[in-house]
């Protein structure tokens, strides 16, 4: 069920300035700022060999990451990403054996184009986990 480490999500205030260091000191290929407003953020890629390092920033007062930053004001890993097959089957598996989803339970379309689902950090070792649907 269980796919491969899509990214790992890294909330700062500025996510492009966040991004500039993976691209100048280690190469990596880094995305143009992309504002998601069903999600709340705008979102950076670093692009590694064998995974991405998403960097998200709040979009507005209202986004969902405003308090992360609140409290973490030079930012911190906020999330990591794993792909499924199914996103469906997979919520259902984990609802069915305790996890608890977020939101309404109904997939949105991530940054990536396809659906994800966050699952709550307390059922996952405090690690607030999306999935994405590969």
Not at 68 to 85: L, Q
Request: aromatic residues 6%; negative net charge; charged residues 20%.
């Amino acid at each position: 069920m269980l796919g491969r480490l899509n990214h790992v999500a890294i909330a700062t205030k500025d996510a492009v300035k966040a991004a500039k260091i993976y691209g100048t000191a280690f190469g990596a290929q880094i995305s143009e700022a992309v504002p998601l407003p069903e999600h709340g953020v705008i979102t950076v890629f670093a692009t590694l060999p064998n995974t991405k390092i998403e960097f998200i920033e709040p979009l507005g007062e209202a986004s969902p990451i405003a308090k992360f930053i609140e409290r973490n004001p030079d930012g911190g890993i906020h999330h990591v990403c794993y792909e499924v097959v199914d996103i469906i089957a997979s919520r259902d598996t984990l609802v069915k054996e305790g996890a608890r989803v977020l939101g309404d339970g109904v997939p949105k379309i991530g940054a990536h184009g396809k659906p994800v689902l966050f699952l709550h950090p307390k059922d996952f070792s405090g690690a607030l986990v999306e999935i994405e649907q590969a």
